[in-house]
């Protein structure tokens, strides 16, 4: 159930997040290009966060498996944060 849980909050903020890469990102992050291509800018950050993912769970899963998962967890959310 909670993997259900974390699968669906995972999914929901990919999906609120390519709304706002179509909607508000072209304006806010791509000014000068035209709508056109601000929007596909924007979409192409998507596209990477979106194929980094694997490459980041791999990463993170082999230290976790070599140092813990408890030091990798805090590890990645030290990265995220300001």
Do not use: C, N, Q
């Amino acid at each position: 159930m909670a993997s259900m849980v974390g699968t669906m909050i995972e999914y929901f903020d990919f999906y609120i997040y390519s709304t706002a890469a179509v909607l508000v990102f072209p304006k806010l992050f791509f000014p000068m290009s035209s709508p056109t291509a601000a929007t596909l800018e924007s979409l192409a950050t998507f596209a990477l966060a979106f194929f980094a993912r694997p490459l980041g769970a791999a990463l993170f899963g082999h230290f976790g498996d070599r140092i813990g998962r408890k030091a990798t967890l805090v590890a990645a959310l030290m990265t995220m944060g300001p």
